[in-house]
């Protein structure tokens, strides 16, 4: 039986990565070619080839004598010097890759060594192409072309009826399928054999989607598409097949961006996945210095991996839930796998989404503990403030609390449903949290200070409606649901939730965004909304909603630097800003309820790289699943720089004054970012 090919890698030192300025590995790069000085702890030579010294290619480090797999890449030089820093006495293969290249061959040595190593030019554009970041590739699916919308259903041209523009259509393929899947990676590009016999490209692509345990999403995604939507796919996989290759070429890294020091640990276990890691305190990146990393693993296990970067070593601890009825992924069903067989791979109960760490160090994570049904308290008929305005049935996530000191568990069930989570910056460490998707239209908090003094998860936590200030008083009145017209003498409720979500730095708003169609199957496009909580939040609390110009959609993922602009992705393929201080036009009123009143408070900025097939408008195939503000110059890129986890680029990208800062990751081949 083939195993599974997927790895589970940590690229972590400070927040992801560490960038050398004019620490000594730059000084020893800057003498003579010959004489690159080597510390007992280095490795360091020249990578040349039959062209000469190789400029701007990645040289990586490898070890399996510690306690986990461990790695080490740099770059080299405009003379192709290079030097690996503070690297663990072990012994390590290195080799050379790089674009334009392949492989080298993997030599054998120890730390404390001079090693000059002899780069090979790929023989083809083909075989150079094998080493492109996953949207190159990617960017060859044909995307139907604007003509096509709106769609006209089953019995016209096969495009679903909710795909009104070519936006939607991008916006799905990004938010529901390469948010997940490395479309772009030779195991999405290509086909294995193992689907089975197979008469054509689009049976094989038919029992892809179904063979694993998400195939029940998939299901979703692809009957908002149509029928059309795997012909597409199976056609783009025939193209590759027939030798069709991408039509522009990555740039080899420039700059600062030959200044990376990577370091990579692989953790957990084979048949888990990473969704999301923590190593501190947002708002004080000092807080954990040097301590373990946690990660997490949504739907596929209930342990959660835990690294410690200087022992190099790795360790698991499992998660507990409440309620022994709480569902399992084991109940999903799944398909054949040519990877696994019959195998459901994932065992959760726990679906845990994301960590985040507190000023203690103890680690928060929206996790489920029990099955959906709420509590009374939650619903109607309750006398909990927040259940009064806005009564909840379901919650499919809720919170718990990790102390390393004690190693004790707190399980901490909520009325609203989890999945993002940020501390504010506030006397009761308010952690506020995001829903994901739009059903149950509101906004989540646990007081902390409050539970941690009582215990009392019910009294603790509360919620809110999403209500826009449309009559204009300043004040949150009665309101009108989201599915009736406006009332002059009315504010008016958007049914929405948070997907990103972030506490300002500035003020007390609180800041999310909300999925667009792809992902939240709704008719409502993907806002920046603005919620400023009041004295008594599930009564007063008030959202502002902002949409992106025109060339712009499909926002995911959300921060704030120090300033308070926020940041997001957008899947037009652009990373943009949000200004609120640019606004020039009143915030309220009735055309607060468009969120198309201050276009002039965005910047965007494309992203690097090629736009889709039979796609005109400006942009990227491009995609990042979340964002990240480096406010303390964590990296040294200078405070307040902006990273997009670029899926498709396998890459974290930042924004310094401008301009893009792409910070590969070239191993292994097919990285995938997800919100590292």
């Known amino acids: 039986m083939k195993k599974s090919l997927h790895v589970q890698i940590a690229v972590i030192a400070g927040i992801a990565l560490c960038l050398t300025g004019a620490g000594s590995g730059l000084k020893a790069q800057r003498a003579p070619a010959s004489a690159v000085q080597v510390g007992s702890t280095e490795i360091g030579g020249v990578v040349t080839s039959s062209k000469g010294p190789e400029a701007g290619v990645w040289v990586i480090a490898e070890t399996t004598d510690l306690p986990t797999k461990f790695a080490r890449v740099v770059v080299t030089d405009d003379q192709g010097r290079y030097l690996i820093p503070e690297l663990p006495k072990a012994s390590y293969d290195v080799w050379v890759r790089g674009y334009g290249l392949v492989d080298s061959q993997k030599v054998k040595t120890e730390i404390g060594r001079q090693l000059n190593l002899t780069a090979v030019p790929a023989p083809s554009a083909a075989a150079a192409a094998e080493y492109y970041p996953g949207v190159y590739w990617y960017s060859l699916l044909q995307i139907p072309p604007k003509s096509e919308f709106p769609g006209s259903g089953l019995n016209g041209n096969g495009i679903r009826e909710i795909m009104k523009t070519q936006h939607y259509w991008i916006d799905t393929v990004k938010n529901s399928c390469q948010s997940c899947h490395a479309l772009g990676s030779k195991g999405m590009r290509t086909l294995e054999k193992e689907w089975g016999a197979t008469t054509s490209s689009l049976d094989a692509w038919t029992h892809r989607v179904q063979a694993g345990q998400a195939r029940g999403n998939m299901a979703l995604t692809l009957g908002q598409f149509g029928p059309k939507a795997l012909s597409l796919f199976a056609d783009w996989t025939d193209r590759i097949a027939r030798g069709e290759l991408p039509t522009e070429k990555p740039q080899r890294p420039q700059g600062v961006e030959r200044n990376v020091v990577i370091s990579m640990w692989e953790w957990s276990m084979a048949k888990a996945y990473l969704h999301d890691a923590i190593s501190t305190d947002k708002r004080n990146p000092r807080v954990n210095a040097n301590g373990p990393i946690y990660g997490s693993t949504e739907e596929s296990t209930d342990m959660v991996p835990v690294l410690d970067p200087i022992k190099n070593a790795a360790l698991q601890i499992k998660h507990p839930y409440?309620?022994?009825?709480?569902?399992?992924?084991?109940?999903?069903?799944?398909?054949?796998?040519?990877?696994?067989?019959?195998?459901?791979?994932?065992?959760?109960?726990?679906?845990?989404?994301?960590?985040?760490?507190?000023?203690?160090?103890?680690?928060?994570?929206?996790?489920?503990?029990?099955?959906?049904?709420?509590?009374?308290?939650?619903?109607?008929?309750?006398?909990?403030p927040s259940a009064k305005v806005v009564p909840l049935e379901t919650s499919g996530r809720q919170l718990s609390m990790y102390d390393p000191k004690t190693g004790k568990w707190s399980l901490i069930d909520t009325c609203f449903s989890t999945q993002h989570l940020y501390f504010a910056?506030?006397?009761?460490?308010?952690?506020?949290?995001?829903?994901?998707?739009?059903?149950?239209?509101?906004?989540?908090?646990?007081?902390?200070?409050?539970?941690?003094?009582?215990?009392?998860?019910?009294?603790?936590?509360?919620?809110?409606?999403?209500?826009?200030?449309?009559?204009?008083?300043?004040?949150?009145d009665a309101y009108v649901e989201a599915n009736q017209p406006l009332d002059p003498a009315k504010d008016k409720r958007v049914m929405a939730a948070f997907y990103g979500v972030q506490p300002s730095p500035i003020d007390d708003s609180i800041w999310g965004q909300s999925m667009d169609v792809g992902f939240s199957r709704m008719d409502q496009p993907g806002y920046i909304l603005r919620l400023v909580p009041g004295p008594n939040p599930p009564q007063t609390a008030l959202t502002e909603v902002y949409l992106p110009p025109d060339e712009g959609y499909g926002s995911r993922g959300i921060d704030l630097d120090l300033n308070g602009v926020v940041w997001t992705t957008l899947s037009s393929g652009h990373f943009a800003s949000f200004d609120r201080r640019k606004c020039k036009g009143p915030l309220n009123g009735p055309a607060a309820a468009t969120g198309k009143h201050c276009p002039e408070g965005w910047t965007l900025y494309k992203y690097p790289g090629p736009q889709f097939k039979g796609v005109t408008d400006p942009g990227s195939a491009e995609h990042a699943y979340y964002v990240w503000v480096d406010r303390y110059n964590t990296l040294g890129l200078g405070p307040n720089v902006p990273l997009a986890m670029t899926n498709g680029g396998e890459a974290v990208t930042a924004l310094v004054n401008g301009k893009f800062v792409v910070i590969r990751i070239p191993y292994p081949l097919g990285f995938f970012s997800k919100n590292v």
């Open 322 to 384: 409440r309620d022994p009825k709480t569902p399992s992924s084991l109940d999903l069903t799944h398909g054949h796998s040519p990877y696994w067989g019959d195998e459901p791979i994932w065992d959760g109960h726990t679906s845990i989404h994301n960590p985040i760490m507190d000023e203690k160090g103890r680690v928060w994570f929206t996790a489920r503990i029990r099955p959906d049904a709420n509590p009374a308290y939650c619903k109607a008929g309750s006398d909990h």
């Open 425 to 476: 910056k506030d006397a009761n460490n308010t952690l506020w949290t995001s829903a994901g998707g739009p059903a149950s239209g509101v906004v989540g908090w646990l007081d902390t200070k409050l539970y941690e003094q009582t215990g009392d998860e019910v009294k603790s936590q509360g919620w809110t409606p999403l209500i826009i200030d449309t009559n204009g008083n300043g004040k949150r």
